[in-house]
T-cell receptor
Framework: GAVVSQHPSRVICKSGTSVKIECRSL??????MFWYRQFPKQSLMLMAT?????????EQGVEKDKFLINHASLTLSTLTVTSAHPEDSSFYIC????????????FGSGTRLTVV | QKEVEQDPGPLSVPEGAIVSLNCTYS??????FMWYRQYSRKGPELLMY????GNKEDGRFTAQVDKSSKYISLFIRDSQPSDSATYLC???????????FGTGTQLKVEL
């Protein structure tokens, strides 16, 4: 089946620094990838939709200058949290759509970001 | 009002019990319905998916959709400790690209 690899799984960074999270589709090409944020015991909140070769579409309330998304190839999308602050600490999950069908969403294993 | 409502639990049941998980939704444009299972500190994995109203069975799992009531359910038979996880319902409109998730129900199956 389709596999999405997300790295790193955990990262601790100092306040004010930037962190990059990678999301790769290993055995399929994903023209569209999604980035989510999940707080403890809460649902996945869509942050942005990333399309290969074009600018990401951000959801309302998500700071595009803070959460930089790059989808440079059909198998790789990156999320960079710039000038991280403790309130950015969260669980970030990417997803890639592996087909044009409605059920072809595969999720990465998530990245636990802690900003100290 | 949220588009998708789901009781967050936690729900604790003994091993072997039948588990019923539910979601209600308000957007009649939702046409595709999915259930994801998420273990702690992991990404969600697709468990079941349905399109039309009715039941769909896969092993110990049954997904049920009632579009007239805007209500979906997931039943787990003969629950096992390995079923302990958070179960998220997700929905998609006909021409849509973005999944809308419920809050997730935390399930614990005890020995």
């Amino acid at each position: 089946g389709a596999v999405v690899s997300q790295h790193p799984s955990r990262v601790i960074c100092k306040s004010g620094t930037s962190v990059k999270i990678e999301c790769r589709s290993l055995d399929f090409q994903a023209t569209t990838m999604f980035w989510y944020r999940q707080f403890p015991k809460q649902s996945l909140m869509l942050m942005a939709t990333s399309n290969e070769g074009s600018k990401a579409t951000y959801e309302q309330g998500v700071e595009k200058d803070k959460f930089l998304i790059n989808h440079a190839s059909l198998t790789l999308s990156t999320l960079t949290v710039t000038s991280a602050h403790p309130e950015d600490s969260s669980f970030y999950i990417c997803s890639a759509r592996d087909s044009t069908g409605p059920y072809g969403y595969t999720f990465g294993s998530g990245t636990r970001l802690t900003v100290v | 009002q949220k588009e998708v409502e789901q009781d967050p639990g936690p729900l604790s049941v003994p091993e072997g019990a039948i588990v019923s998980l539910n979601c209600t939704y308000s957007n009649s444009a939702f046409q595709y319905f999915m259930w994801y299972r998420q273990y702690s500190r992991k990404g969600p994995e697709l468990l079941m998916y349905t399109y039309s109203s009715g039941n769909k069975e896969d092993g110990r799992f049954t997904a049920q959709v009632d579009k007239s009531s805007k209500y979906i359910s997931l039943f787990i038979r003969d629950s096992q400790p390995s079923d302990s996880a958070t179960y998220l319902c997700a929905m998609l409109t006909g021409g849509g690209n973005k999944l809308t998730f419920g809050t997730g129900t935390q399930l614990k199956v005890e020995l």
